[in-house]
T-cell receptor
Framework: DTGVSQDPRHKITKRGQNVTFRCDPI?????LYWYRQTLGQGPEFLTY????????KSRLLSDRFSAERPKGSFSTLEIQRTEQGDSAMYLC????????????FGDGTRLSIL | GESVGLHLPTLSVQEGDNSIINCAYS??????FIWYKQESGKGPQFIID?????DKRQGQRVTVLLNKTVKHLSLQIAATQPGDSAVYFC????????????FGEGTQLTVNP
C-alpha cells in the first residue's frame, strides 16, 4: 500500500495527558498537511509542511499543539495537556510539487478524551 | 468569512439513477476545486478536481461542472451504485491561500437498491 499512513488509528486518553500521532505521506510527496475533523463536519486545516519547513499554521493550532517533520518525510502531531474539545479525527494528507495539487488523505487517528 | 458550502445535507437516490451533488463557494479567489468521497471511519478519498480555467471535467462515471459566474460547483455521478453511498465534500483552494483546502459540510448520499 503506497497511500498515506497514520498511526495509531484510535487513541483513547484521559484529559490532561499528552498524545502524539504519526503520519507517513506518499513517498514522492513533498507537501504534508494536518487537518482536524469533528462529527458531521468537513475537515479543518491545521498546518502544512513543504519538505521539513512548516509554512503555515491555522489559528486552530493552539500552543498546546506542535507538529514536526524533521527529515521532510514522516510527520508527528503532538497535543499536550489534552482537553475534552480535542476529541476529533486528526487527518493527514500529502501532495506533490508546487502550486495547488490534489491532496491525498490517510484514514486518520480518532482521538477520544475521557 | 469565506467558505464553501453544500446546498443539501442528504440525497437519496435509486440504484442506477444519476446523482447530482451541488456546492456553492464564496471566495472569488478560489481557482482549484476538488470533490472527495468519505466513507464511515475512513479519510476523504479524492474523486476528481477542476481548475478555474475549465468549466467541465469528466472522469469514470463522474463529471464535475464549474460555473464561476455564480460560484457554483456540481458533481454528477452516472448510474449510481450502492458502493457510492458516502458523504461527499467539495473543497476549494487558491494560489493565495497557501494550499489549505477549505471544505464544506458535506452531503450524505444514500443509494437504495
Amino acid at each position: 500500500d503506497t497511500g498515506v499512513s497514520q498511526d495509531p488509528r484510535h487513541k483513547i486518553t484521559k484529559r490532561g495527558q499528552n498524545v502524539t500521532f504519526r503520519c507517513d505521506p506518499i513517498s514522492e510527496h513533498n507537501r504534508l498537511y494536518w487537518y482536524r475533523q469533528t462529527l458531521g463536519q468537513g475537515p479543518e486545516f491545521l498546518t502544512y509542511f513543504q519538505n521539513e519547513a512548516q509554512l503555515e499554521k491555522s489559528r486552530l493550532l493552539s500552543d498546546r499543539f506542535s507538529a514536526e517533520r524533521p527529515k521532510g518525510s514522516f510527520s508527528t502531531l503532538e497535543i499536550q495537556r489534552t482537553e475534552q474539545g480535542d476529541s476529533a479525527m486528526y487527518l493527514c494528507a500529502s501532495s506533490r510539487g508546487l502550486g495547488v495539487m490534489p491532496q491525498h488523505f490517510g484514514d486518520g487517528t480518532r482521538l477520544s478524551i475521557l | 468569512g469565506e467558505s464553501v458550502g453544500l446546498h443539501l445535507p442528504t440525497l437519496s437516490v435509486q440504484e442506477g439513477d444519476n446523482s447530482i451533488i451541488n456546492c456553492a463557494y464564496s471566495n472569488s479567489a478560489s481557482d482549484y476545486f476538488i470533490w472527495y468521497k468519505q466513507e464511515s471511519g475512513k479519510g476523504p478519498q479524492f474523486i476528481i478536481d477542476i481548475r478555474s480555467n475549465m468549466d467541465k471535467r469528466q472522469g469514470q462515471r463522474v463529471t464535475v461542472l464549474l460555473n464561476k459566474t455564480v460560484k457554483h460547483l456540481s458533481l454528477q455521478i452516472a448510474a449510481t451504485q450502492p458502493g457510492d453511498s458516502a458523504v461527499y465534500f467539495c473543497a476549494e483552494d487558491s494560489t493565495t491561500s497557501g494550499s489549505r483546502l477549505t471544505f464544506g459540510e458535506g452531503t450524505q448520499l444514500t443509494v437504495n437498491p
